[in-house]
């Protein structure tokens, strides 16, 4: 007996069960790595592998013989998605998941308000804590290259330092519930149009100008504990197991210790997912979205294929032992945290949070009276109307739903006509006006031409006996529109809308027109529409926003984080061959290189409809002469540069200064000018404040291919101070020595 006892003790204690204090891994007060390492060491091969891959549609292992739990992982970016089945994309239905459904990520970049990222990321945060999630998969950073990609509004426009300003605050609010942000999709998913493989080259200076900058902060200053890998290639490799983009450039250069989950269904290769920087495969052999495949979880290709080839010395157990050490990092950091709060969902505080973003997201393009001694339509007085007529799909329909993975189970949704019943009572009537197909992003049938007739020739009718028509239209999370796995299919707005407002015009010239959308649009009326209101997808709250701002509690301070250009043609993007957007169904090349957005318009001379930066207000902010502190700047100094802004109106507001920054003689192109700083300050009536803005030589390098380095040559910077990338209020020019 006494020996059976010494035996188990010595078996116990290597094995750690009856050790006397609590195992390493366990122990909360130590430090992480020494955690990771303690962990590594007392798993099999078997173990470390399984980490690597899917056991269900959105979790992953972990290591049951020592207690360490799964992964957990939701989308997605505005909300946490409804549960879905355990091995296939259907709702599972539970009745406790509905949730608050936050704006669109669009919206938030339209706040130029970093602290609206940080309330959207600790609310969406306690929402995924709340729901038991490890990981949230957003925030989307990739950059808004072409308006008819499907998914850019998941995303936060096209310049990348405004998306990395907003990104941040987001990723960092987010992990303090212990929840991992998953930021998304690394890198150069700019379209969904043959998004698994489209092969997408472009030069170092786009790569690393444009595409790569919001992933950088959002590891760097955000401290992002996930990145998730795209679908599409790189330069001939796919970006899930990508040499350059993973192994060089996120985990060498920018030193990210978190784990590289794949989208879903984005890995394609064992030898490449085991030695290129790929650490979680999920969703293999679906197409991410509806698709199921008949593999097991066993067959994935970091699951026995990779088991094989590491028991073979196929590839180096190096490997596997820093994607466990990634992923043991990952799960301490949220399954096995036990710092974290506990969450909470469908508070007062997020809705409060929810309505606070959309309120300084939305967009006032345009409130121009009719005749020069009129009124601006906006805002709309109550007592001003008999009559209000809501006419379009858009005031009623949910759109908190469809667009693919970013899809919601809203608990509650305030749609534009209930916020503008609320505001405006029994005065205001509705027509729908158009029809758009049903709901989802399954393609519907078309509507019939005689339905779309009767529907405008009632709100036409209507119209005629209303003070102000308000079309609540746009785009919708629809296939083929703001909707994730195809683009759009043409640059105007769907369901005979063109003709609806042509329509009311005739018959009523008091319009205001509210765009529900993720992106721009043609606009062949904008010179007859008085005014125009980019209104973006705005979740549970958004009739309530929409009545806030049209209804004047809010003043509008959004700004477009994305250039309307006049036609399509004219966006960079479209403006070479098939080549360039698309691509030819294999590759693609970024042809426009560097001058993504109002980089190109302004280069190429050719004035954007409504451009990057552009927000109205209530009412109007006069700028001062910026000042700059010094006429040179040292290669190791920098210089600061104020500008007094006043409301010079009767109502508060908030006006967001831009600071661009042109450089005027170097030995490459660069764009005219590149946004570089900005401050949204809020001004009471008659309030002045003077703006401080501190330039670094950070601000103008540009990335030098030979050099492979950020680098700014001496000689003469422009500083342009903007309310907008166009209008621009006063330049000041410097010299770097
Ligand atoms: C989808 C999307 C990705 C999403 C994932 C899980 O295909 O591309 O954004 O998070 O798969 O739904």
């Known amino acids: 007996m006494k020996k059976l006892f010494l035996v188990t003790l010595l078996l116990g204690s290597s094995m750690g069960i009856l050790s006397a204090q609590t195992p390493v891994y366990l122990d909360d007060a130590q430090p992480i790595e020494k955690r ?214 996120l985990k060498e250069d920018w030193k990210f210790d978190g784990c590289v989950i794949t989208d879903w269904g984005g890995a394609h290769d064992t030898y490449e997912a085991a030695v290129n920087g790929m650490d979680i495969e999920m969703g293999s052999y679906t197409n991410g979205l509806t698709s199921e495949s008949q593999f097991t979880y066993d067959d994935y290709y970091l699951a026995r294929p990779y088991l094989q080839m590491l028991k073979e010395g196929k590839v180096p157990m190096s490997t596997i032992d820093d994607k466990a050490s990634r992923i043991l990092r990952l799960i301490f950091r949220t399954a096995m945290n036990r710092q974290k709060p506990y969450g909470s969902l469908c508070t007062v505080e997020h809705y409060a949070t929810a309505r606070e973003i959309g309120d300084e997201g939305i967009v006032l393009l345009k409130n121009r009276p009719l005749s020069r001694k009129g009124e601006p339509l906006l805002p709309i007085a109550a007592d001003r109307y008999r009559q209000i007529l809501v006419v379009g799909d858009n005031a009623v329909r949910v759109l908190t739903q469809g667009g693919g993975s970013s899809e919601l189970k809203a608990k509650e949704t305030v749609t534009p006509l209930d916020g503008l019943r609320a505001l405006y009572g029994n005065k205001v009537r509705y027509a729908r006006g158009y029809a758009a197909d049903a709901p989802m992003y399954g393609q519907a049938g078309k509507i019939p031409q005689q339905v779309a007739d009767s529907l405008r020739d009632e709100a036409v009718e209507m119209a005629k006996q209303a003070g102000l028509v308000i079309l609540v239209g746009g785009l919708n999370k629809n296939y083929l529109q703001d909707c994730e796995g195809g683009d759009r299919v043409d640059y105007g707005l769907p369901y005979g809308q063109d003709e609806l407002i042509e329509a009311l015009l005739e018959v009523n010239p008091n319009l205001v027109l509210v765009l529900l959308s993720g992106n721009a649009v043609e606009m062949p009326w904008v010179e007859r529409v008085p005014a125009i209101v980019q209104g973006w997808y705005l979740g549970s709250m958004g009739g309530q926003s929409l009545a806030d701002v049209l209804g004047g509690t809010v003043n509008p301070s959004g700004k477009l984080p994305f250039s309307f250009p006049v036609r399509l043609t004219d966006c960079g993007a479209h403006a070479f061959d098939a080549l360039s957007y698309p691509g030819d169904g294999v590759r693609q090349e970024y042809k426009e290189d560097i001058l993504v957005g109002y980089r190109w318009y302004d280069t190429r001379k050719i004035p954007a409809l409504f451009p990057f930066g552009h927000g109205l207000s209530y009412t109007t902010f006069a700028y001062g002469k910026p000042v700059a502190s010094a006429r040179t700047m040292a290669a190791d100094g920098s210089l600061t540069i104020t500008v007094p802004v006043k409301n010079e109106g009767n109502m508060a507001g908030k006006e967001v200064v831009q600071l661009y920054i042109g450089d005027e003689e170097c030995s490459v192109l660069r764009p005219l000018k590149e946004l570089k700083h900005f401050a949204k300050v809020a001004l009471a009536p008659g309030e002045e404040q003077t703006v401080t803005f501190t330039v670094t030589p950070d601000d103008l390098k540009f990335y030098d291919e030979a050099a492979k380095a950020w680098v700014a040559e001496p000689g003469k910077f422009k500083v342009y101070i903007g309310a907008s990338s166009t209008d621009i209020r006063g330049t000041v020019r410097f010299e770097l020595k």
């Open 36 to 249: 990771v390492e303690d962990a590594l060491n007392r798993m099999t091969l078997e173990e470390k592998v399984a980490l690597c891959h899917a056991q269900s549609k959105f979790s992953s292992a972990g290591v049951p013989r020592l207690g360490i739990p799964e992964l957990w992982m939701s989308d997605g970016p505005h909300g946490v998605r409804a549960e879905i089945n355990w091995n296939d994309w259907g709702y599972a239905n539970w009745t406790n998941d509905s949730i608050t459904a936050f704006p669109a990520l669009t919206c938030l970049a339209a706040t130029w308000n970093p602290e609206m990222a940080a309330k959207y990321g600790k609310a969406i945060g306690e929402e995924a804590r709340y729901r038991k999630k490890d990981v949230l998969l957003g925030p989307g950073v990739n950059i808004y290259r072409t308006p008819l990609n499907g998914r850019n509004f998941e995303y936060m426009g096209e310049d990348p330092y405004l998306s990395s300003v907003m990104c941040v605050p987001y990723i960092q609010e987010l992990q303090k519930n212990g929840v991992a942000a998953c930021v998304k999709h690394y890198a150069l998913n700019n379209q969904e149009q043959w998004r698994d493989h489209i092969d997408v080259n472009l030069s170092d200076r786009a790569l690393y100008e444009i595409y790569l900058p919001a992933f950088k902060a959002a590891v760097q200053q955000g401290g992002a504990w996930s990145i998730m890998g795209a679908y599409n290639k790189i330069r001939g490799q796919h970006a899930c197991h990508n040499e350059l983009t993973l192994n060089k450039i």
